[in-house]
């Protein structure tokens, strides 16, 4: 059998009717649909030339087409590697020349400013706007849904993303179909997520929290997301009342402990808040708790291995700490000088 994350993700859809995506213009794309669109898009991706671990750049604004973008490129069994949309023409031009992909996609706006690096490093381009339209749209809207996703082992690569997280240049961190699938299935069950569950989905999705921990913890566990282009305090007190979990950075929780209407009845409706990306203040935990009646569930993770730590669903959420180690996981403590293991406690 296949360990390609998609088709692993494919088995476990229950209910192919269920809602998976919800717009904030009220669009709902059921978990069948992604299948059908992600077969016609990674036929289009296959028209443009992309095979089996070939590289699928993508700087585009967020909607639900590039989420149908990252499942389609992993069915052709190429690599995707999302871009910060904030990043210039000459940034561009050096993750293109390193990582060499067989396509580029971006903004319509901004074809013209890409094209020198895009061609410079042999990559075709595509175009998606916000709207989710664009070259590549009009070529999977005529492509067939059916498509063979293409067998991947788990050490296969899935998805390339770039960090500086090291000195000098940013570096792609290279992440398998076996990183990802083994990530998100923990999560399910560390979380407790089940198709019950409705994310508020406000997060960018070039980076690991928005695309791998949000995306991939709501598709393993047949959940629902509702889908908001960025996060906006109207709409996320709007959302809370139908959602049950929402993932955010810690400014999410700072910015809405600045509205009088958070309380616990604006946050009755909900289970979970997972704060990450950087460290929430201890004094933010309290407050929040004070004010919502909810412990914020911290975790920890890096670009290059997704989500290593969490504090626990059941049980005592410490502010200031990002709990213990996910299964599977090892975590040692050193000295920052010497870089010698410590002893516990």
């Not at 791998?212 to 960025?230: C, D, E, H, Q, R």
């Not at 808040?273 to 203040?281: D, E, K, N, W």
């Amino acid at each position: 059998m296949s360990d390609n994350l998609f088709d692993l993700l494919a088995t476990r859809i229950r209910d192919p009717e269920a809602v998976a995506i919800e717009t904030q213009a009220g669009e709902r794309i059921r978990h069948g649909d992604l299948i059908a669109r992600s077969g016609r898009m990674a036929n289009a991706l296959a028209g443009l030339g992309v095979q089996p671990g070939d590289r699928v750049a993508a700087q585009v604004e967020k909607s639900v087409q590039a989420i149908i973008l990252y499942l389609a490129t992993l069915r052709a069994g190429a690599v995707f590697l999302p871009l910060n949309i904030g990043y210039t023409p000459a940034e561009i031009g050096y993750f293109l020349g390193n990582a060499e992909p067989r396509v580029f996609v971006c903004d319509p706006a901004r074809q013209e400013a890409l094209r020198e690096p895009a061609e410079a490093a042999g990559a075709r381009m595509v175009t998606l706007d916000a709207e989710g339209q664009g070259s590549l749209t009009d070529a999977a809207e005529v492509a067939p849904a059916a498509f063979a996703t293409a067998a991947r082992d788990s050490d296969d690569l899935a998805a390339l993303l770039y960090t500086s997280g090291t000195t000098g240049r940013s570096k792609g961190a290279m992440l398998t179909h076996g990183n990802l699938v083994s990530n998100a299935l923990v999560l399910c069950d560390a979380w407790r997520f089940t198709a019950q569950d409705v994310l508020i989905h406000a997060l960018p999705i070039f980076h690991t929290h928005g695309l791998f921990v949000a995306t991939n913890v709501v598709l393993f566990s047949g959940a629902s997301m509702i889908f908001l282009p960025k996060f906006d305090v109207d709409r996320i007190f709007e959302a809370m009342t139908r959602a049950t979990v929402l993932m955010g950075v810690p400014t999410f929780y700072v910015r809405l402990l600045q509205e009088p209407a958070l309380d616990a009845a604006a946050t009755a409706n909900m289970r979970l808040f997972v704060s990450g990306s950087a460290p929430l203040l201890a004094e933010t935990h309290r407050e929040w708790q004070v004010r919502t009646g909810h412990a914020i569930l911290e975790r920890y993770g890096m670009t290059e291995t997704n989500m290593n730590a969490s504090n626990p669903h059941d049980g005592a959420r410490i502010a200031g700490t990002v709990g213990l180690p996910l299964p599977g996981t090892e975590i040692v403590v050193t000295d920052p000088e010497t870089g010698v293991e410590l002893p516990r406690g």
